[in-house]
């Protein structure tokens, strides 16, 4: 007997997903509130703060891993990248989270991700992230660029540190400012749009940051 394609793939709709797909789509990016609950925030911001007060944060660098530079007039963050074999508790459902996302984007948008990357980053008060865009010189491998924000509840938006996106629009561009509040994730094209890091003007903004990658 016959079988249908869809039925082989026994595909179920997820509506969460499905309204990233469909903003991406549109515009570029996803704004989600709650792709992790407070306590899996609360897990991965303890786990941060555990590991950055042992000190095995370093400052990062521009450039892809073999032309790193540290210049802190472009970025002020101190990162660690998180190793999803050896990671944490914690880590690992973090990244289980990731890899159902990823399973499903290959599945229905046939994006070909196959490889991730990601990162703690610490960005004290003071420090910024200026303007840029997420691919390296003759790397075009990064597709989508994923930020989650582990600030706890008493973040504040003059603590400043918004990430902004710059979108086109019909008279050039538009500049988007998100408040880094707790648990938000933001998923945009790493190819297609340039963002910044606001200067953090009071506390320390945590998040962890990644990409998903083809080949
Ligand atoms: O933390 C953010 O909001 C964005 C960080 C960023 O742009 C990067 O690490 O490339
Ligand atoms: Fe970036």
Not at 135 to 151: A, E, G, I
Not at 169 to 174: F, R
Not at 181 to 196: A, C, D, N, T, Y
Request: net charge negative.
């Amino acid at each position: 007997m016959e079988t249908q394609l869809f039925e082989q793939l026994q595909f179920t709709e997820n509506t969460v997903y499905e309204n990233l797909i469909t903003d991406i789509l549109e515009k570029s990016y996803s704004i989600i509130d709650d792709f992790f609950d407070a306590s899996e925030i609360e897990e991965l911001r303890d786990s941060l703060k555990d590991i950055y007060e042992a000190d095995c944060f370093k400052k990062a660098a521009i450039g892809d891993k073999f032309n790193e530079e540290v210049d802190k007039t472009v970025r002020g963050d101190f990162i660690l990248w998180i190793n999803e074999a050896e990671g944490r508790a914690v880590e690992r459902r973090f990244f289980n989270k990731i890899n159902n996302l990823v399973d499903y984007l290959n599945r229905t948008c046939f994006l070909g991700i196959l490889q991730k990357e990601f990162h703690y980053a610490v960005y004290p008060t003071g420090t910024f992230y200026k303007r840029h865009l997420d691919t390296f010189q003759n790397d075009d491998r990064r597709k989508l660029s994923m930020v989650c924000y582990l600030n706890d509840d008493s973040w504040v938006a003059t603590n400043g540190g918004e990430l902004t996106l710059y979108l086109p629009s019909e008279n050039g561009e538009s500049a988007l400012d998100i408040i880094p509040k707790p648990g938000r994730m933001v998923i945009f094209e790493s190819q297609v749009l340039e963002h910044e890091v606001k200067p953090v003007l009071a506390s320390e903004r945590l998040s962890i940051t990644g990409w998903l990658k083809t080949r």
